[in-house]
């Protein structure tokens, strides 16, 4: 089994910035993809960023060159680094992790952008 906990999300201001961290532990293989998707109210579940094991990285057109993901695979942490954050950045954003077939997600963390 696997558990995925976040932690980071919070309130800012248009132009702010923050930083996501979403912790895994369990039987994780170590071969795995591991990433953030959020969802607004009144939306479906969108990808934001994912980054594999070995580092290469994706990310939705709304938010390449603002946010950035990254890994710690010692730690099993990945992270999401938001930066020029816009109220339509607003949203319960999960953390994901695919491996092997399986499908784990984190229980969600809130990011508000005020304008």
């Known amino acids: 089994q696997v558990q995925l906990v976040e932690s980071g999300g919070g309130s800012v201001q248009a132009g702010g910035s923050l930083r996501l961290s979403c912790a895994a532990s369990g039987s994780i293989f170590s071969i795995n993809v591991m990433g953030w998707y959020r969802q607004a109210p009144g939306k479906q579940r969108e990808l934001v960023a994912i980054?594999?094991?070995?580092?290469?990285?994706h990310y939705a057109d709304s938010v390449k060159g603002r946010f950035t993901i990254s890994r710690d695979n010692a730690k099993n942490t990945a992270y999401l680094q938001m930066d020029s954050l816009k109220p339509d950045d607003t949203a319960v954003y999960y953390c994901?992790?695919?491996?092997?077939?399986?499908?784990?997600w984190g229980q969600g963390t809130q990011v508000t952008v005020s304008s």
């Open positions: 980054i594999n094991n070995g580092g290469m990285t």
């Open positions: 994901n992790l695919n491996t092997v077939g399986n499908n784990y």
